[in-house]
């Protein structure tokens, strides 16, 4: 007889499969450009001052109009001069750090005001709730861009002024939001758990239900941030957004468009890096929904 009758044992278990080896999750390109170009828009932001080549306010009368390299200029000015001779490279470096500060400084309003009334809605329920809701829908319902002319115009214009009218752009979605994922943690147990222990509602709606709904805000603000950069540009392209001496992308744009057929390169040059930044920002945006969303796995 075989050693395999007389012994059982011996005989040789069966080939598992080994489960295969997980693919490393690669980023899109679109994803890498987007990182990178972010990336390079806040490092110019935040050394605006030590990468700049000239004052960006600084007159040089006798090189104004100057085009940029490619079209016939030099070194001198990269990205030629405009209708003053200004820098377009300094003008276009302080601009973009302009241009951020107000992004950032209005979405974190928006952001700020809008879940603090979302929690307020949230935890007293009732009458409160109800007119949350109602400044939400007032909000939606009115034309901003009407609503922010009518400020400006009539209250003239300073940037702390600017940043806190752009901030009350789109605080409703994040109001929407915290209700709504308020009111469903508040339904599950840890909440009501911390509640039971004695925790107040500061430590309940800051300490356990905000950094369980911080994914989705954060996700929110990136989507957010976009529009407040072309609203920002649109209000400075009419002449009521940051005002000279001070310069802004949107601001570069409305000066341009004066000299869009002699010297296109001075309109050229902010829009592209609107462009580019907003399209980024929102790629960055779609990009994070779908790795923070748990329903698109």
Request: proline fraction near 7%.
């Amino acid at each position: 007889m075989s050693d395999l009758a007389l012994n059982p044992a011996a005989a040789p278990e069966p080939a598992v499969a080994a489960p295969p080896a997980r693919k490393r999750a690669r980023l899109p390109l679109l994803v890498i450009f987007a990182l990178f170009w972010v990336a390079l828009m806040l490092v110019v932001a935040l050394g605006a001052d030590l990468i700049s080549p000239y004052p960006y306010t600084a007159l040089d009368l006798r090189n104004r109009l100057t085009p940029p390299i490619g079209w016939g200029g030099n070194w001198a000015h990269p990205l030629g001069t405009d209708e003053l001779g200004r820098d377009v490279l300094s003008r276009l470096i302080m601009s973009i750090r302009m241009s951020l500060l107000i992004a950032f400084g209005a979405t974190g309003i928006a952001a700020v005001l809008g879940v603090s009334l979302g929690f307020l809605a949230a935890h007293f329920r009732g009458l409160a709730e109800q007119a949350v809701l109602a400044l939400v829908d007032f909000q939606a319902s009115l034309p901003f861009l009407i609503l922010a002319l009518a400020v400006l115009a009539f209250f003239g214009n300073s940037l702390p002024l600017f940043i806190c009218l752009l901030g009350l752009h789109g605080w409703e979605r994040y109001a929407r939001i915290a209700r709504g994922l308020a009111i469903s943690a508040g339904a599950q147990g840890y909440a009501a758990a911390v509640v039971q222990l004695g925790a107040s509602p500061w430590r309940v709606y800051g300490r356990h239900v905000l950094p369980n709904i911080a994914s989705t805000l954060i996700v929110s603000m990136t989507l957010a941030f976009p529009e407040i950069i072309l609203l920002e540009s649109g209000l400075s392209f009419l002449g009521l957004g940051v005002q000279p001496p001070m310069t802004s992308l949107g601001n570069m744009v409305g000066y341009g468009r004066e000299y869009l057929t002699r010297a296109p390169w001075i309109l050229l040059a902010p829009s592209s890096v609107i462009v580019l930044t907003t399209l980024s920002v929102s790629l960055l945006g779609d990009w994070l929904r779908d790795r923070l969303d748990p329903t698109l796995r």
